[in-house]
T-cell receptor, first 111, second 112 residues
């Protein structure tokens, strides 16, 4: 069974631009969560989607948004990029609550 | 808020056992997890334990849970150079609004 895939793996953007990241969960998994990882703040929860509905949301500004499609694939969007948005963005999928599997991440650099 | 605490660094010799410790604060945690992250990679789920268990063993990995002290440990037997990575402890915070709350990670260095 294929694991969680994320595209693109690397991205360089300029301040003020917007970016869309994509996550394809493991087949059969309906829950997708997004996390931001930075050296200073560690791993921070962004949001979780289940069956196309946002189920949980972390403490991030409204510039960060996401959605989930009927095939469980998810996208997250960051608008008006800031230097501090440079991070590794990780997506995790799960079928139930117990086992959450992470993708390789998208490394976003904002210049 | 709820915090998961881990020591930042651990260095062991190849062949020795490694013990990585973690303390958590949410007494209503349902699952506690250990993830491994190698350079440039995502998080690999190593093992997890349900909060009504005291111990779980999986090949070279042993997880011990002390609910009274809110202490979780991961023991890696016969540590190999390939075990060098950052290890994250995480809790499922059933009383909060986040699926997983992570510690800052413990960097394990294995000396040959």
């Amino acid at each position: 069974k294929a694991g969680v895939t994320q595209t693109p793996r690397y991205l360089i953007k300029t301040r003020g631009q917007q970016v869309t990241l994509s996550c394809s969960p493991i087949s059969g998994h309906r829950s997708v969560s997004w996390y931001q990882q930075t050296p200073g703040q560690g791993l921070q929860f962004l949001f979780e989607y289940f069956s196309e509905t946002q189920r949980n949301k972390g403490n991030f500004p409204g510039r960060f948004s996401g959605r989930q499609f009927s095939n469980s694939r998810s996208e997250m969007n960051v608008s008006t990029l800031e230097l501090g948005d440079s991070a590794l963005y990780l997506c995790a999928s799960s079928w139930g609550q117990a086992e959450q599997y992470f993708g390789p991440g998208t490394r976003l650099t904002v210049t | 808020g709820e915090d998961v605490e881990q020591s930042l660094f651990l260095s062991v010799r190849e062949g020795d056992s490694s013990v990585i410790n973690c303390t958590y604060t949410d007494s209503s945690s349902t699952y506690l997890y250990w993830y491994k992250q190698e350079p440039g990679a995502g998080l690999q789920l190593l093992t997890y334990i349900f909060s009504n268990m005291d111990m779980k063993q999986d090949q070279r990995l042993t997880v011990l849970l002390n609910k009274k002290d809110k202490h979780l440990s991961l023991r890696i037997a016969d540590t190999q150079t390939g075990d060098s990575a950052i290890y994250f402890c995480a809790e499922f915070w059933s009383s909060g609004n986040t699926p997983l709350v992570f510690g800052k990670g413990t960097r394990l260095s294995v000396i040959a």
